[in-house]
Nanobody, 115 residues
Framework: QVQLVESGGGLVQAGGSLRLSCAAS????????MGWYRQTPGKQRELVAG???????VHADSVKGRFTISRDNAKNTVYLQMSSLKPEDTAVYYC?????????WGQGTQVTVSS
């Protein structure tokens, strides 16, 4: 079993920045893809950004140029640097890690951007 611990969410004014972290621990076979998703009430969870174990990244169009995903393989940690935050970025952010044949989700961290 793999456990994911997220941190870094909170309340920030529009235009501000936050950095989310997600650390994986437990029975880690090998971590392949890591990613961040977000969800607002009544909507489906959507991909924000993803990164492969080789470092290739993908970012949703809505966050390109503002958010950057990165990872530290030695620490089994994935980060999401969020800048120029907008009220529409308000959501619960979840990290997702693919280890071996399984995918694991974090518990979610609330990000609230005030206008």
């Amino acid at each position: 079993q793999v456990q994911l611990v997220e941190s870094g969410g909170g309340l920030v004014q529009a235009g501000g920045s936050l950095r989310l972290s997600c650390a994986a621990s437990g029975s880690i076979v090998s971590i392949n893809a890591m990613g961040w998703y977000r969800q607002t009430p009544g909507k489906q969870r959507e991909l924000v950004a993803g990164i492969t174990n080789g470092g290739s990244t993908v970012h949703a169009d809505s966050v390109k140029g503002r958010f950057t995903i990165s990872r530290d393989n030695a620490k089994n940690t994935v980060y999401l640097q969020m800048s120029s935050l907008k009220p529409e970025d308000t959501a619960v952010y979840y990290c997702r890690v693919v280890s071996g044949w399984n995918a694991y989700w974090g518990q979610g961290t609330q990000v609230t951007v005030s206008s």
